[in-house]
């Protein structure tokens, strides 16, 4: 069983006391976010092998914008018996967009540190979301997401980028800063599909090249493998087989149509981020 921590809240940022406290007692419940009256029991043990996939974790996958936590903790995960690798999100938007998020250059540090300790294939950069507006224009990413490819050169074998997609309480927020004449989105119209991503795809494809990283894009129906990005697994089969020999895959339903992740236990819960990023689709 593939344990996700977590695509809905930040749990290696704000709540990783909580989460070793849950692998002390082997187990932590997770409430349906459709359905609040469902609670599922999910074994954090590690998986023994040959036993029910369900009985125990195989591997973690952790989510997160501040990765030192995990990091002062490899060894103790490592020499409590789990496997792991870690996402990082860093775009370093302005405070605008990100009003609680570190200073980029100490996240940068600890993503270095992180992938000397347990090796740059198990650190994935995420560019997440790419949202275009007149703080973060074309100029700003192209030169934004180069200074960060470059100083992650040899720490991070891979980079997955996502476009903003529009969700309810994102778009409210949003729209409330451009009333007030603190933002103007730019992610929409001809002139983005047509010219801005375009070039912006181009751009980061050339730089994920230069830094020697894999560039590839989250859940999209387009196809953008002429720029040299292909769809990618944030949980991914290929790489999990390829680091620890395990098969597990899997398409996972539960998420976005275009989401090629395997099967994952999410233990998080929405709206218990205290990160309240402007864009999150998980800050309702």
């Excluded at 990783?16 to 459709?34: I, M, Q, S, Y």
């Excluded at 974790?57 to 789990?82: C, H, M, Q």
């Excluded at 270095?112 to 300790?117: C, F, P, R, S």
């Excluded at 597990?248 to 976005?256: T, V």
Aim: glycine share 6%; charged share 25%; net charge positive.
């Amino acid at each position: 069983m593939i344990v996700s921590v977590s695509r809905r809240c930040d749990i290696p940022r704000f709540q990783f006391p909580w989460f070793l406290k849950r692998l002390d007692a082997g187990f932590c419940e997770t409430v349906n976010p459709f359905n609040r009256h469902q609670v599922k029991r999910v074994s954090l043990v590690p998986a023994e092998e040959g036993k029910n996939p369900e009985d125990g974790v195989d591997l973690f996958v952790f989510w997160t914008r501040d990765p030192r936590k995990i990091l002062a903790n490899t060894d103790e995960l490592s020499n409590r018996g789990y496997r792991f690798y870690v996402m990082v999100t860093l775009t370093g938007y302005p405070i605008l967009l990100e009003p609680s998020m570190v200073g980029t250059s100490k996240i940068l540090a600890a993503i270095i540190k992180l992938a000397e300790k347990i090796g740059p294939d198990r650190v994935i950069w995420r560019y997440d979301p790419l949202i275009v507006t007149n703080i973060t224009n074309e100029d700003f990413h192209l030169a934004n997401f180069n200074l960060m490819a470059q100083k992650l050169t040899g720490s991070v074998h891979r980079v997955i980028i996502s476009i903003y997609d529009e969700y309810k309480g994102a778009a409210k927020r949003l729209q409330a800063l451009e009333r007030m004449g603190s933002l103007q989105m730019l992610n929409t119209g001809n002139a983005f599909q047509e010219q801005t991503l375009p070039r912006l795809l181009a751009g980061f494809a050339e730089s994920a090249k230069a830094a020697g990283m894999e560039i590839q894009s989250c859940a999209r129906k387009e196809d953008f493998s002429h720029y040299g990005i292909n769809p990618g697994a944030c949980i991914d089969a290929l790489l999990i087989e390829r680091l620890w020999g395990l098969d597990l895959s899997g398409k996972d339903k539960n998420q976005r149509p275009h989401c090629l992740c395997s099967k994952s236990v999410d233990i998080g819960a929405y709206g218990t981020c205290s990160a309240n990023c402007v864009y999150c689709y998980a800050w309702n």
